[in-house]
């Protein structure tokens, strides 16, 4: 009930711009395999992440979902233009549950400025803080 009456306050409540934000890290490579084994060498112990993958899995993908880590994947394709609305529904989602970390795997580089600008505006420039990307 105590974390019911907590929630309740902060929603009426805007965050000052990147305080307490979540890091957000944009992560690209040539494969998912090893896009994916970047963010598992980036994950810390005892802390909870999220990762948005786009793409299919590669069979020997080594990110599992886990306590400590969920694991979203989104159909390639545009994530700034026809995937937009699928990753800001999957954003969304992931903020709900308060991860320590964020990582956003992409497999097309086209259009990472503009994503990155997307993010960087209402209402993820409140939620999010984008760390430097991890390019492999």
Same mark, same amino acid.
Request: glycine content about 12%; aromatic content about 0%.
């Given at each position: 009930a105590q974390a019911t009456r907590r929630r @309740? !306050?902060?929603a009426g409540q805007k965050r000052p711009m990147n305080a307490a @934000? #979540?890091?957000a890290t944009l992560v690209t !490579? @040539? /494969?998912a395999a090893v896009r994916e084994a970047a963010i598992a060498a980036s994950l810390g112990q005892g802390v909870t992440a999220a990762a948005i993958l786009e793409g299919l899995p590669d069979p020997? /993908?080594?990110l599992a979902a886990s306590d400590s880590l969920e694991v979203h994947r989104i159909a390639p394709g545009c994530v700034c233009c026809t995937g937009n #609305?699928? #990753?800001?529904v999957t954003l969304n989602r992931v903020l709900r549950g308060r991860p320590a970390r964020l990582f956003i795997g992409l497999a097309n580089t086209e259009h990472l400025d503009q994503l990155r600008s997307w993010l960087q505006h209402p209402p993820y420039d409140q939620l999010l803080e984008l760390t430097p990307d991890l390019r492999t």
């Open positions: @309740a !306050g902060q @934000a #979540l890091p !490579g @040539a /494969s020997r /993908s080594i #609305l699928v #990753l800001r």
